[in-house]
């Protein structure tokens, strides 16, 4: 018997393994990086990622219906890691959408070597830059990717303020490095990189400092524990508040909620896409996660307090993404807006609390899915070897290539909200339940921003259709097998969660509840 | 009454959706492989609907072993929303099993004759395909084995009507028609939705057998709405008044599609209706009699204006909206007159497709005129086509011993049967019908093949192909024989279905009919030849008020611009001026106050790191004041 063992720990190594596989999968990719010749290099790295989170998911599902912590003395659980309904769920959504997300990461038909650079290290326009363009793209993004991903998984279990903020930065540094990593258009791409970083890093340090008033505030960082102060510490609520405050636009900026959203279209538009359709998938789902998570189990006795300000953030993002997206001429930065107002629906199943956590966790599976096939179509729309990413552009696709388009005219209808496709359905539960919580004002607006929202969407499937392509129209590349998998994937799921929505209802129904709540 | 229980579909019966399937399967080929598929896309479709046939004979034969007489197959469930389930099942049952030899029979001989008729058309494989379509959604109308079922092959033989009719959509005539016939089906269809929620409302089911054995506690008023939305619809789909405008103009399409969807198959589907439908409708006497009135009604006026018109395919379009008036008739009158009317409705289906396919082949000779005054003496010239067209003319005006003789004298002979004075005014009016019938048909044939030739000059009259002349024939034998052998036959085949009928007795014997059909037959025959025998004028002369009202349709088309077109307009343009100042201008001001804030906005997206992370401090600031704000409170 061991130390550990004598002192009462118990760990739930079955309830751990979904991050063990993934964590110990990104080590041996470095590894791999290490041992493995060039040459076969992508072939390994794609199994591993792709094995390593189809192992993940599996494990995930193994642990359905858990309702404790990972780590216990003497039988009582300490909140560091917590698996429950909503973290496994999202644990599970996470690893899904992961594996598409890598798929498209590891496509290289559609330009020669991939979209991403062989050595970052190389000055952005230089002759060695331009001479690296022709060989293939570096395969450390799988093991960033999953390192990524990993710290995601713990970020949505995590049941205190010091893990949780752990996971945030271990999600967060491989995605700011990948960010930088685009073959072309190196410079914008950096700059995305290091803007994300400067002020990732920001809102960081407002996350630590928090994290200390509320430690102050409630004399630990167990997120339950937090709630219970909130009843009874004698401490000032001057702290508690001021800690929330921080805590809360930390886990925003993540988020994108207005007026934290700024570096949002930027980044996007920078890294590479399918960078971009990992973070506009996955770090939206672990954002919200972490976000359900504080506010439902850390903040529900001072709900009084902060619903005003966070009301007012809901409607400022709901607001805000829809009409800073009605103006735009470039399809990655409408869907940064678009993504801006989504996360402004999001925040109506945070602030409805209880009663919304099922259908905010279906609307995350639902959107991660959509716009992660919508993004991997915009990397097959090409002009010569670049991305045609402006919308004149795409201007009578539906002639060139009817396929491309009608996938497109889908996903933008799904994104538009519109019955038969899961942007209907998710935005009708979540609303759904709002209502319930009695959160009628949010619904209201949060209509009032889809209908706005629905116009710029309406118009890329007017674009498609209704226009004559230009001569020197872009063309659509033919995708392999991967980024082929990656829209039939997201268009299935689209797809099937507006039609016959219910399995997964039921499911997110029965995952609804927190530990500890 | 007994309960009605279908059982289970065994053996070769469970392949009953295979027969969907099939001419489901050759259409979908045909429209996705697109120009690869024109080479051979025709045969392909010629083989779908014969195997189709193929399959319908033996399983019709199968179904005759059966002690019930009936096979239900369960294939999915459609939709199961608290108490309401809706499934997705077949019923092959002796009424099912004589409509799919029929649409399948006829059907394959008309796809054979298309073969031909359309080889010289560009669209040939689209007309192969969307023929195919017809054929899978008709035949999903008549196995459907409940409402919902029947009314999705309702939609769907609506649907490949109007593909058909509109076909040669470049022209104007043929895409008007197309719409026309689409939209008022489509009102009519109504009726049949408002009936099934009456159903779901009063019954909680559309399946046939728990509506059926649920109606008798139906109560008189349910009952009545349920009849009267059902003959709506049915009149609608069956061209019968007050819906009877779209038929006539239907034969804008290819003659094939004349044959087999606008005079053998989809607009006898209101009587099929009717007959499946025939415990409801025997429930009430009140709707039994709008039947019959719509039947008695539609007979005669489908005969009036079939004598004043000159084109053949629309003498024959009004002449369908007269024969389906017979089959109204008989299925209003009820009892053993329900299959009467089925009887009439399946010897129809092959002397009318044999008359279309014959004023194809006619067409076909002449370059496609129509206009019967500009024909005569083609006797000599199309001597097959003459001969299955006389065989025909011969079974329509129903002569002893060809099939109408032994279809349409015992729907006479049962209209005379009903009780007191309507029974004399019904039989009277099916009486006449047939005298006008004998006329206006014995004008068609005696213009066309007899007298002298009034051909423009251009053509140059020839017999048409055997893949033409074929499919005439066997439609020929059909036209003389089958009345006969259908009449005792299937009649007992149909009892399992309508009960026991019994012999009525009423005004006039059944002897009595039959001598006063043929003498009026003879009479109406004789007259129409001794005026036409020697050819008509090429312009038409003035006429007294009878005929001018039959060269306008008895007015329907006028009361149809007035009471729908002109509100109709009036109200578009009234919406069309709202839309266009009051709702754009709405929407467009609306989108371009958004538009302006979103581009003043995004002043705010400087591109500056150091602006975005003001904007994130301002946003703490702000939400820490509006926290602290709480507490001072």
């Known amino acids: 018997m061991n130390e550990a063992q004598q002192a009462g720990l118990q760990i739930d190594w079955a309830g751990l393994a979904p991050m063990i596989i993934v964590f110990v999968a990104a080590f041996l990719g470095l590894l791999v990086e290490a041992a493995v010749p060039k040459g076969r290099r992508l072939v390994v790295q794609v199994s591993l990622a792709v094995l390593a989170l189809a192992a993940a998911f599996a494990a995930v599902v193994l642990n359905a219906g858990k309702n404790s912590a990972a780590f216990e003395i003497e039988g009582v659980g300490i909140g560091s890691v917590v698996l429950d309904g909503p973290g496994l769920f999202l644990q599970g959504t996470l690893a899904m959408l992961a594996i598409i997300a890598v798929l498209l990461l590891a496509e290289r038909r559609t330009t020669r070597g991939g979209d991403f650079v062989a050595e970052a290290a190389v000055v952005a326009d230089s002759a060695a830059d331009k001479a690296q363009r022709r060989e293939d793209g570096a395969t450390e993004i799988f093991p960033l990717t999953l390192f990524a991903v990993g710290g995601m998984m713990m970020f949505v279990t995590a049941g205190d303020l010091l893990t949780m903020f752990v996971a945030l930065e271990m999600l967060s540094l491989p995605l700011y490095l990948l960010c930088g990593l685009a073959k072309r258009r190196r410079l914008i791409s950096q700059e995305a990189a290091l803007k994300y970083f400067l002020l990732g890093a920001f809102a960081s340090a407002f996350y630590v400092y928090g994290m200390a008033m509320l430690y102050g505030f409630a004399g630990t960082v167990d997120l339950a524990g937090i709630n219970q102060a909130g009843t009874d510490s004698g401490q000032p609520r001057m702290f508690l508040y001021i800690g929330v405050a921080m805590i809360a636009v930390a886990m925003l900026f993540k988020a994108a909620a207005v007026p934290f959203h700024m570096w949002t279209p930027d980044v996007y538009t920078g890294a590479p896409t399918p960078v971009t359709a990992l973070m506009a998938a996955c770090v939206k789902v672990a954002a919200f996660g972490g976000l359900l998570r504080v506010f439902n189990v850390g903040l529900a006795s001072s709900a009084w307090d902060w619903h005003l300000i966070l009301t007012v953030i809901a409607v400022a993002t709901m607001l805000g993404g829809a009409i800073f997206a009605v103006t735009q001429r470039n399809i990655k930065r409408l869907l940064a807006y678009s993504s801006i107002a989504n996360a402004g629906y999001l925040l109506i199943g945070v602030i409805a609390l209880g009663e919304a956590v099922g259908q905010t966790m279906f609307y995350l599976a639902a959107y991660g899915f959509t716009v992660i096939a919508a993004f991997a179509v915009v990397s097959l729309v090409r002009d010569g070897d670049e991305e045609a990413t402006h919308l004149a552009r795409w201007a009578g696709l539906g002639k060139k290539s009817p396929g491309t388009a009608v996938v497109v005219t889908v996903l933008m209808l799904a994104l538009a909200g519109l019955p038969f496709t899961s942007g209907f359905t998710a935005k009708f539960s979540l609303f759904t339940a709002a209502l319930q919580a009695d959160e009628l004002g949010l619904v209201i607006v949060g209509v009032i921003s889809s209908a706005i929202l629905a116009f710029p969407y309406l118009k890329v499937v007017v674009l498609l259709w209704l226009n004559e392509p230009a001569p020197d129209a872009p063309t659509v590349n033919l995708p392999s097998p991967m980024a082929g998998t990656v829209v039939a994937a997201g268009v299935a799921a689209t797809i099937i969660l507006g039609v016959a929505p219910g399995f997964l209802l039921d499911i997110v129904d029965q995952a609804s509840t927190f530990l500890n709540t | ?633």
């Open chain 2, 1 to 633: 009454m007994d309960e009605i229980s279908y059982a289970p579909a065994e053996g070769l019966l469970s392949l009953a959706w295979l027969l969907i399937a099939l001419p489901a399967f050759g259409a979908a080929v045909l429209l996705l492989a697109g120009r690869r598929a024109d080479k051979w896309g025709h045969w392909l479709g010629v083989a779908t609907i014969g195997g189709a046939f193929a399959l319908a004979l033996a399983m019709f034969s199968s179904l005759a072993g059966l002690d019930n007489k009936s096979a239900n197959l369960d294939l999915f469930t459609i939709l199961s929303v608290g108490d309401l389930d809706i499934e997705a099942n077949l019923l092959f049952d002796p009424l099912s099993a004589v409509f799919c030899l029929l649409i399948t029979g006829v059907g394959f001989l008309i796809h054979v004759y298309a073969v031909g008729y359309m080889s010289h058309d560009p669209g040939r494989r689209k007309f192969f395909a969307y023929f195919n379509l017809f054929a899978a959604a008709m035949l999903v109308l008549v196995l459907g084995g409940n409402y919902f079922m029947t009314f999705i092959g309702w939609e769907g033989v609506g649907l490949a009507s109007y593909l058909l009719i509109a076909f040669w959509q470049l022209k104007p005539a043929a895409a008007t028609a197309g719409k026309k016939a689409f939209l008022t089906n489509r009102v009519a269809d109504v009726g049949f939705l408002l009936a099934m929620f009456t159903m779901i409302g009063a019954l909680g089911t559309v399946d046939f057998a728990e509506v059926f054995n649920g109606a008798a506690s139906l109560s008189t008023g349910m009952s009545l709405a349920i009849g009267l939305l059902l003959l709506a619809a049915a009149c609608g789909k069956s061209g019968q008044f007050p819906f009877q405008t779209w038929l006539p103009d239907a034969m804008e399409g290819p003659t094939p599609v004349s044959a087999l969807i606008h005079a053998a198959t989809m607009v006898t589907a209101g009587v099929y209706l009717i007959a499946r439908s025939h415990v409801i409708f025997s429930l009430n006497p009140d709707v039994q009699t709008a039947v019959v009135i719509v039947g008695a009604l539609t007979l005669l006026f489908g005969a009036i204006v079939g004598c004043a018109k000159d084109d053949i395919k629309r003498v024959l379009a009004w002449s369908t909206v007269s024969q389906i008036g017979y089959m109204f008739l008989a299925v209003g009158l009820g009892g053993g007159a329900f299959a009467l009317g089925i009887i009439h409705l399946l010897a129809h289906g092959f002397f009318k497709a044999g008359l279309f396919l014959g004023s194809g082949s006619v067409m076909h000779a002449m370059n496609d005129q129509t206009d019967i005054r500009r024909f005569g003496g083609l006797w000599r010239k199309m001597p097959l086509t003459y001969a299955t067209f006389a065989a025909g003319w011969l079974a329509i005006i129903g002569l002893f011993p060809f099939s109408g003789f032994w279809t349409k004298d015992p729907i006479i002979a049962s209209a005379f049967a009903r009780e007191g004075w309507q029974g004399w005014v019904v039989g009277g009016a099916a009486l006449l019908g047939a005298a006008l019938t004998a006329f206006y048909m014995t004008r068609v044939f005696v213009l066309t093949f007899h007298g002298p030739k009034r051909w423009t000059p251009d053509v140059h009259p020839h017999e048409s192909p055997a893949i033409m002349t074929v499919p005439l024939i066997l439609l020929g034998l059909g036209s003389l024989g089958a009345g006969g052998l259908m009449a005792s036959s299937v009649t007992t085949w149909l009892t399992p279905v309508f009960g026991e009928s019994h012999e009525v007795h009423g005004h006039l014997s059944h002897a009595q009919v039959t001598v006063a059909t043929t003498i009026v037959v003879v009479l109406g025959a004789g007259l129409g030849w001794f005026l036409f025998r020697g050819g008509t004028d090429e312009v038409p002369h003035a006429a007294a008020w009878p005929v001018r009202a039959a060269r306008a349709d008895l007015g329907g088309e006028a009361v149809n611009r007035g009471l729908f077109e002109r509100p109709s307009r009036l109200a578009a343009s009234a919406s069309v001026a709202m839309d266009g100042r009051v709702v754009d201008g709405a929407v467009n001001g609306l989108s371009a106050a958004i538009g302006g804030t979103s581009r003043r906005l995004l002043v705010m997206q400087t591109g500056f790191v150091r602006s975005y992370a003001l904007s994130i401090l301002s946003g703490a600031v702000i939400v820490v004041a509006a926290l602290m704000v709480v507490v001072i409170q």
